[in-house]
């Protein structure tokens, strides 16, 4: 039960660290390049709305998250929608469409697994 209990503890604190890790990234792409990302999407009133919610750190991680949600939203939902901004997802380039998408679908990876590891540890009475 001891091993188990260790291998518990040390994938729950890689799992922690890759969440930092993944943070880490969510903030340096809001600060390095949400403007870049908001010129290439400037008919979406999703861009739009955000620009006054503010500048500060937290702001602009959600507005990459919304900006990211828009950027995987299918194009039935786009057209009822977001009409104005279709051409524009449809133009945006695939790397910086990465530096979107994949830290937040990341993120999303991270929380489903830590739920499933703690999850496990309360039913296993680890903790």
Same mark, same amino acid.
């Given at each position: 039960m001891s091993d188990v209990k260790t291998i518990h503890s040390i994938c729950m604190a890689a799992l922690l660290g890759a969440m930092? *890790? +993944?943070?880490? &990234?969510? *903030?340096f792409v809001a600060l390095t390049k949400l403007?870049? *990302?908001e010129a290439r999407l400037e008919g979406s009133s999703v861009v739009n709305n955000n620009?006054? @919610?503010? @500048?500060?750190? *937290?702001?602009? &991680?959600? /507005?990459?998250?919304q900006i990211s949600g828009l950027?995987?939203? +299918?194009? @039935?939902?786009? +057209? @009822?929608c977001e009409p104005n901004a279709l051409e524009n997802?449809? /133009?945006?380039?695939?790397?910086?469409? /990465?530096? &979107?998408?994949?830290?937040f679908h990341a993120a999303t990876f991270f929380i489903i697994s830590l739920v499933g590891m703690w999850s496990w540890g309360k039913f296993a009475g680890f903790y």
């Open positions: 930092i *890790i +993944n943070l880490t &990234v969510m *903030i403007e870049e *990302i620009k006054m @919610s503010g @500048s500060g750190l *937290i702001a602009k &991680v959600l /507005r990459l998250g950027l995987c939203a +299918n194009e @039935s939902f786009l +057209n @009822s997802i449809a /133009r945006f380039p695939a790397g910086l469409r /990465r530096w &979107v998408n994949l830290p």
